[in-house]
């Protein structure tokens, strides 16, 4: 690739020369017959990406673009290892925990000035997304999708046990109150699921606290009202309102519940594919906003759309990525019914994919988003989460959150305070 | 290793000098190294450049895009300091422990295939050795279905005896002995072969002399079968060690989930450490530091082991 883009570049070299100055037009046909690589881990939105090149292609038919497709499990390792060796895709996917890290070690090719010149301002898209991918002041990434967690719950258990269905008056206490009512041992039938799950558990409950995870070089887990988010799950775990820990590593909360064995949970956008694909399912389930605790609170991550800092193609990628933005991107990744596209309006093909279910739930805890939470080392204290907190997940109540907590942020102090 | 040849020709006798002749030395000796070049070759690519690499790099801060500065020994300064390394070390041996269970358990077994006159020796094998060259992921898999603790099929049977079990691989009491287990079961097929082998490689005459003596069959067992067996026995205990301290695939499918494990940290071993350190928390620097001293400790312990040997090996 580099050998074609030097031929390139020597071809038209003369041809500038000749022209005397490049205007933005030679420009554009200077990267014309550019070939990119798409790097991403989705193989359910494989397709919806064959529609978007598509469609890119008829505005830019000289900019080819292949997808390459690495499963999640390895991707970032394959990522981290062919940018450094070389061969890394042009454009790629980027989340939350890892921009910090790529942004700030020069991989990834700041897009600040590029759309500025162009005049496209990303308002369209959730600020707190945008803002997720900008680092010391530059913008690396534009989002292509976002989650939130809404409540998904059975209808079956709900009035089988005779209790209304959870909607936007619902509290912890409510919770709490209604865990009561479905707990049947004999069933091994839960009220809830508390995993350990940071990003469908932990974090809606320690920002419904007024919590907050990290700031700076300094973890929240030592703040009083982190752990009274941590406690709503530990206090249901240690009441035997909610399976513990050991039972949901075994057995994930999602299944249990797909598996009608819990009344409730906390989950994803995605999840909702799953749940609408077996029809028995589909019949008993719907979703509702998170009960709210001290405040309502809720944690959006999304995807974003980077480019490599090394690509041969600079023009075309950021091209490519541009176009990612746009309203048409949007609607034809929402109509495919796998995720929530970032476009504001755009969700309404996603919506309308599984009727049954009230997929606006997500769209309306927008406003009650906070952004996901990272640093540059995000994966190793995202790690001592598990690890440390665990103990006061298992049902014993001897062993106390507090304790955990505390130790978890003196652990994650220390890896704060040794980032670059 | 070029000895010259005409030097010790005088004092060998002739047989000897001929062979000597084509061992080192001129065109011959070329050839030979010729022939060890496919595998000295990958050897030395694939095995002591990473390892003589591996160690130099302990001694550096890798970024995790690449380019390292020498740091000392501060990677190892971390390692020693990192409570969780201490936790997987004593994990390890303890792996090591629970494994060191598969010779007696492949000794017992070998010979009972090897009574005269047992029918489909051949099937008991191949039963025994399927395990073993089944692939531990796969297995692993199996065997954390067979462990769940809500639809597991050995909470079910003990169930039946009125037996509630836990969370096998999640309960951080029982989640080592679990995939320790489970490691044991894996490497039976491989260390029966190898005592089968040996228990027929042991001279008929001997059991014969102790049965005319009075010996039992129990006598005959300890007294004249194990000594004979125990070269079989030390070779198997070094590959064993050196096995179960390099333990991380069965670690790895078992005790990893979707949501926290809470007993992650109680199965954790030192290679699982160092997949952590190196591939999700990007530390290459201490994990490198931690490959060297895991290599250190292998290195300790197999020395140990053939310091010992000459206590307890009966060579025939």
Redesign the interface.
Known sequence: MRRRAFLRAAAAAPAAAVLGCSSSSDDDRQHGHASISYGMWDQLQVPAMHEVIAAFRKEHPDIDVTIQLTPFSTYW?RL?TS??GGGAADVFWMNGPNIR?FSH?G?LLPISDRLAADGVDLADHPDNLVDLYAYQGEQFGIPKDYDCISLYYNTELFDEAGVPYPDDTWTWETVREACREFRVPSR?QFGISS???RQRNLYPAIFQNDGWVVDGRESGFADERTIGGLEFWTDLINADLAP??????????RS?FLGG?LAMYYGLPNDAVEAYDDEAVRERTDIAVLPQGSSRGNVIHGLANVINARTPFPDAAYEFVKFMATREVGEIQGASGTILPSFAGTESGYVDSKPEFNLRAFIDQIPDCIAYPISM?T??WE?Q???L???A??GDPGRSVADASHALASAMNLVLEQEP | MAVPTTASTPATPAPARRRRSIRSGGRAGLIGYLFIAPVGIGLLVLYIYPAVATFALSFTDWGPFGGNTFNGFANYVAVFRNDLFWRSLGNTLLYMSIGLFVIPIAIVIATLLNKPGLRGVGVYRTLYFIPFVTLPVASGMVWKWLYNGDYGLINAFLGNFGISGTYWVANPATALMAIGIVQVWSQIGYYLVIFIAGIKAIPQTYLEAAELDGAGPLRRFFTVVLPLLSPSIFFCSVINVIATLQIFDLIYVMSQSSSANPAFNSAQSIVTLFYQMAFVENNKGNATALAFLLMLLIAALTAVQFRLQKKWVFYD
């Open positions: 390792t981290q940018i450094t890290r070690y991989t091994g995993a350990l799950d513990n820990a050991m039972a949901t590593a075994d057995t994930t909360g249990l064995k080392d994966n190793t790690n989460q598990y690890t907190l665990g103990d997940w298992i």
